[in-house]
């Protein structure tokens, strides 16, 4: 699947600016009640819903003709997005191994 490129660069900027409010405003609060964070996805559809509709912004318009579930796909890739950029930037812990291809022995 090939995306239009302006496109795609505002629907990574709406997983950007998703991922941010939801980590700013929603995390702290699920934090402290101390709710569980498997609802974070579910609001970053919905932040990022709102944004696609705001924007207008179809990132399927290519492959499905129906406007509206283009649209909504679009919020779930921008949303999931969101939750898949926070899971990756929000690990401390986290260890990479870099395997240069170089033998020790």
Partial sequence: MEFDIATLGIVIGMMVLAN????????PIFEKYGLDKFWLMFVSWALSGVFVWLTGVNLFAAYIPNVLVGKILTAVVAGGGANLLHDLTDVSDA????DDGEDVG
Avoid: E, G, N
Avoid at 20 to 27: D, E, G, K, N
Avoid at 95 to 98: G, I, K, P
């Fill in 95 to 98: 260890v990479l191994l870099v």
């Fill in 20 to 27: 941010r409010l939801v980590a700013a405003l929603v995390t």
